[in-house]
């Protein structure tokens, strides 16, 4: 994870350092620093904790630092060493004239040091990162050339890395490099920017270079020369970015995840245009690389996602399943990595990820595609590593998620499984054409019903206030809404830290009802359909333990008045479709919990929006 950025150019650096890192936090933000080059020397600042902290540090060096105009800067999310001063980077070498910033892991780096140790390196942190500084000095000393020792370098190190490195002894100069972990080079005029992410510098420029695996780049005000690992030089493909700066800012509302909240009627509805447009029509889905006769031979998919990606791919198993008839199997990335799975050329292998970078599921898709199942990615990021491995992408348009918490791209994600799978049905003929014309009709307004609850949303906070003094929480529901319970569990534990857990109904009496009392809220997803009667009678037999109940539910049936301590109504929906209605009270929830309990609802701690590390 951590974020990194890089500028060369002829504006004051430190600012667009800084901003650039500000939109980096979603990568991490226990720790901060930057170093830049001034009057031949490299200065190195850093702080613990937010990045407004570093901006405190750097006012009082605000005179000498003005003039710098070449620094690289870091946000980081540890993973070797605790968040200090000392292990934030950047990393320098004994002399301290180069300095480093690093996002990944270098797995080789106990080796290294050791080696470096020998001979005469002294390091100061705990941290993976260093050994780059040390040894690229070394290098530094025997080639002289910044782009030399730095193709050196990243011939010894092995694991996950995108680097910026400089040096005092070649000012105005930058060498960037990666390998499993993203790094973008802004093209500006007179300048360039380098950075884990788009973010960084689109508010400066977008034209942009994606660089690729072992490529090293060297940026200097008025040039960029990209070589690949054998020196050889690179031409590279300048690209125009698709995202305008007004994507990251809040509009008004107080959090970035309540505003993403708000924005999931037009997340749907974008993705629903051009490819649903009207009940009777079939479904355009040319992203699908995949013909009617290799569709009909699939035997099997396997879906595999981390976290709210992965409750978003289990709702997929089940509308995949109902409506194309395909055994469906969804698994963590990082479970399915570590085992001999069953795939091959028949087998349709899905990643999911917001982000397109979670090394888990990067890794799993790789995995599967050496095995040669078709490969396909539903993500946020259609420039990202996953969506490059894919042989089908459908990229969900939901705009940029600033928030840790993950609302819209999961909705975007569940409206894409919706339309694959229905996609998959008119092909395979394998449901019949009347009910899937019925969901597509429904489909169509269902950014309408999302609509009504977020204007009738104060119900919703009142039962947070009610809630938001318990120290536990359980979400139950059967059937399609399982994973719902499983989401809205998620949301509340990652930004309030409450303890919060999602349970099949039915599995309540196999143990949990033990925890059960009048100090547990317990809440009943309870969706009109097959499982209804269900999970009432599981609610009351909560109820009966003296559990405090509350219903999330588009029943109008008055009875619930009696078991219910608390209702929070949605508009009906088909339950096929009610996973993406019936998350969007969870979602506020749990923010307004969050919220009344003071919490940083945007980055909360220990989080990264992007786990680009094993
Ligand atoms: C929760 C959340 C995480 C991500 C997970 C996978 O709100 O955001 O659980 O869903 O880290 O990330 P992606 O989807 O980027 O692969």
Not at 69 to 97: E, F
Not at 269 to 274: E, K
Not at 473 to 481: D, L, P, Q, S
Request: proline letters at 4%; charged letters at 25%; glycine letters at 6%.
């Amino acid at each position: 994870m951590c974020g990194i950025i890089g500028y060369v150019g002829n504006k004051p650096v430190v600012d667009i350092l800084l901003d650039g890192l500000k939109q980096l936090e979603y990568r991490g933000y226990d720790s901060s620093g930057i170093a830049v080059e001034c009057d031949n020397q490299i200065k190195v600042y850093k702080a613990v904790g937010k990045l407004n902290n570093l901006r405190e540090e750097l006012s009082s060096h605000a005179y000498e630092i003005s003039k710098a105009n070449t620094g690289i800067g870091h946000i980081r999310w540890a993973t070797h060493g605790v968040p200090n001063v000392i292990n934030a980077h950047p990393h320098t070498c004994n002399c301290g004239k180069l300095a480093v910033v690093h996002n990944g892991i270098i797995e080789n780096y106990k080796e290294l040091k050791q080696k470096l140790e020998a001979l005469g390196c002294v390091f100061k942190s705990q941290t993976d990162t260093e050994v780059v500084a040390h040894l690229t000095a070394m290098n530094y000393a025997k080639v002289n050339d910044l782009k030399q020792a730095v193709q050196l370098t990243a011939h010894e190190i092995e694991g996950a890395y995108a680097l910026a490195i400089m040096h005092s002894d070649e000012p105005n100069k930058l060498v960037v490099t990666k390998r499993n972990a993203p790094l973008i080079i802004g093209v500006g005029e007179g300048e360039y920017y380098a950075a884990s992410d788009i973010p960084a510098f689109i508010q400066h420029t977008n034209n942009a270079i994606y660089l690729k695996d072992n490529e090293v780049a060297t940026l200097t005000p008025s040039e960029l020369k990209i070589e690949d690992s054998e020196g050889k030089p690179i031409i590279a493909k300048v690209e125009k970015l698709p995202w305008e700066p007004v994507a990251l800012s809040k509009m008004g509302y107080k959090h970035f995840m309540l505003k993403e909240i708000h924005e999931q009627p037009d997340v749907i509805r974008n993705i629903l245009a051009g490819k649903l447009r009207c009940s009777d029509e079939p479904i355009c889905l040319d992203e699908v690389k995949l013909n009617k006769d290799s569709l009909k031979k699939l035997n099997r998919i396997q879906v595999i996602a981390c976290g709210t990606s992965l409750h978003a791919a289990m709702i997929g198993k089940y509308i995949i399943e109902r409506f194309c008839q395909i055994p469906v199997d969804v698994e963590a990335s990082s479970e399915y990595i570590y085992r001999s799975t069953v795939t091959d050329s028949n087998t349709l292998v899905i990643g999911v990820s917001q982000s397109g970078e979670t090394a888990d599921t990067l890794t799993a898709i790789k995995q599967a595609k050496a095995k040669g199942s078709h490969i396909l990615i539903i993500t946020n990021r259609p420039d990202s590593a996953m969506a490059r491995e894919a042989d089908s992408l459908l990229s969900v348009n939901a705009g940029i998620e600033v928030s840790v918490a993950a609302t819209k791209s999961y909705i975007a994600q569940l409206t894409s499984f919706y339309l694959l799978a229905l996609y998959m049905a008119e092909i395979k003929e394998s449901h019949n054409i009347a009910e899937i014309n019925k969901i597509k009709q429904e489909m169509l307004v269902l950014p309408q019903k999302i609509e009504q609850i977020l204007v009738n949303k104060d119900n919703i906070k009142a039962c947070a206030r009610k809630y938001s003094s318990t120290r536990d929480f359980i979400y139950i529901a059967r059937g399609i809404n399982y994973p719902t319970a499983l989401e809205g569990a998620l949301k509340l534990k990652e930004i309030s830290y409450i303890n919060a857990t999602g349970y099949p109904a039915g599995e309540l009496k196999h143990g949990p009802i033990a925890m059960l009392d009048d100090t547990m809220p317990v809440l009943s997803i309870l969706m009109n359909g097959s499982v209804y009667e269900k999970l009432l009678s599981n609610s009351e037999e909560a109820k009966a333990r003296n559990a405090q109940m509350i219903a999330l539910t588009n029943s109008t049936d008055k009875k619930l008045d009696e078991l219910f301590d608390f209702i929070v109504r949605i508009p009906d929906v088909d339950e096929i479709l009610s996973p993406i209605v019936s998350i969007i009270p969870l979602q506020l929830i749990a923010y307004y919990i969050a919220e009344f309990l003071g919490k940083d609802v945007d980055q909360p701690r220990n989080l990264a929006k992007s786990v680009t590390v094993e």
